[in-house]
Each structure stands twice: as C-alpha cells, then as structure tokens.
C-alpha cells in the first residue's frame, strides 16, 4: 500500500523558516518525480514544486521561486520541502504527492501557520 | 504554460449522471490531465488519467460510475449514479516542462 505522510508544519514567524518532510513507503520512491502542493484554508490547490527522480531536475512555483527548495534523499525514501522567508500567504495545508506527470497518490498534508 | 478552467460549482440530483468540464487553454489542447476528488475534510484522492483521444486511466478503487471523455480543448468528467459521497470539490491537473497546474476546482453538490 502506498502510504505518504508528511511532517514538520508548525506555526513560524514572518520571515522564519520550516522544513517539511515526507516518508515515502509501498512504492520504489526512486522511480518516480515527487510534488509538493498546498491548500490555503478554503482555497483550490495549488502546485508549489517538483522533482524528478534522481533529484536532477526540478521546478517551482513563481510564488514559492528563490524561497523555497525541493530535495530527496531516495536512501531514505524521503522528500523535503525548505521553507525560508514565509510569508502570511504560505499559511496552507502541505501535501506531498506521488507523481510529476499527474499525481496518482497524495499524503494527508502538514500545516504550515505564518502568523505573527 | 497551460492554463485549465472549470467551473465553480454544479449540482445534480442522487441517482442521476453529472459531467464536469475542464478546458485547456490555447494551445494546449492535446495535454493529458488528470482528474482528482477532495471530500469534505479529506486529502485529494486521485480519480483518472485522461488523454485528448478520450481514452482514460483510472486510479485502484475507483468506481465504474467514473469515466472520462474528450472533445478538442475539453476534458470531461462523467459520474453516474450520484450517490451522496459523490458530494466533494473536483479538480484537473495538468503538466509541463518542471511545472504543473490545477483547476480552480468544481464543488459538486448532490440535491
């Protein structure tokens, strides 16, 4: 069974910095490009990043570009998202999702609070 | 960079059929995307792949009453039989050289 779950939301300061991860199980996770894709409270989704399977490639968001970085580390079968100079804006619920050409599986998401 | 537009809400009674539209903007007409299903409170679940030929992928679990069709920049979702669980927000998704985008979503509401 393909199971997502991330980690490491929090409520953060403006201007602070979080860093997300996600344990990939059920699945050979370096056969396959990784996303993360947020959800504002009572928003539509929205994609913020992705990555290939090697780590090689990658693309963001205009929104989250220069702040915000993808990585795996396919040894541990994991996915990270470093959040750096949040904004109120980047308060959402953080799903990481399986897939880069269409998502086929989703994670339960981590919330990230920007809040003073 | 592709565009896709659905609208913002539809309704349909229980026990009858509804077709969901997403568009591709132009000049991405021929993209592949995917459709997925958010019920109240629930992660995304993905529901299919749909390819511009009108030929569709579906996710494991996903029932028969879901299928997939095309026409030119359109891509449809089809759910028959509505049954109250069916009540949920709709999204496309599609995909491009390191970026993907979704639909505004569409927030079905079954009478």
């Known amino acids: 069974e393909v199971q997502l779950v991330e980690s490491g939301g929090g409520v953060v300061r403006p201007g602070g910095s979080l860093r997300l991860s996600c344990a990939a199980s059920?699945?050979?996770?370096?056969?396959?490009?990784m996303s993360w894709v947020r959800q504002a409270p009572g928003k539509g989704l929205e994609w913020v990043s992705g990555?290939?399977?090697?780590?090689?490639?990658?693309g963001y968001a205009d929104s989250v570009k220069g702040r915000f970085t993808i990585s795996r580390d396919n040894a541990k079968n994991s996915l990270y998202l470093q959040m750096n100079s949040l904004r109120a804006e980047d308060t959402a619920l953080y799903h990481c999702?399986?897939?880069?050409?269409?998502?086929?599986?989703w994670g339960q998401g981590t919330l990230v609070t920007v809040s003073s | 960079q592709p565009v896709l537009t659905q609208s913002s809400s539809a309704s349909a009674s229980l026990g009858s059929s509804v077709k969901l539209t997403c568009t591709l903007s132009?000049?991405?007409?021929?993209?592949?995307i995917a459709w997925h299903q958010q019920q109240p409170g629930k992660a995304p679940r993905y529901l299919m792949k749909?390819?511009?030929?009108?030929?569709?992928n579906k996710g494991s679990g996903v029932p028969d009453r879901f299928s997939g069709s095309s026409s030119g920049a359109d891509r449809y979702l089809t759910i028959s039989n509505l049954q109250s669980e069916d009540e949920a927000d709709y999204y496309c998704?599609?995909?491009?050289?390191?970026?993907?985008?979704f639909g505004g979503g569409t927030k079905l509401t079954v009478l």
């Open positions: 999702a399986r897939g880069t050409t269409g998502v086929d599986y």
């Open positions: 059920g699945f050979t996770f370096d056969d396959y490009g």
């Open positions: 990555i290939n399977w090697n780590g090689g490639s990658t």
């Open positions: 132009s000049g991405h007409s021929s993209y592949i």
């Open positions: 749909l390819e511009g030929s009108g030929s569709y």
């Open positions: 998704e599609t995909w491009d050289s390191n970026t993907q985008v």
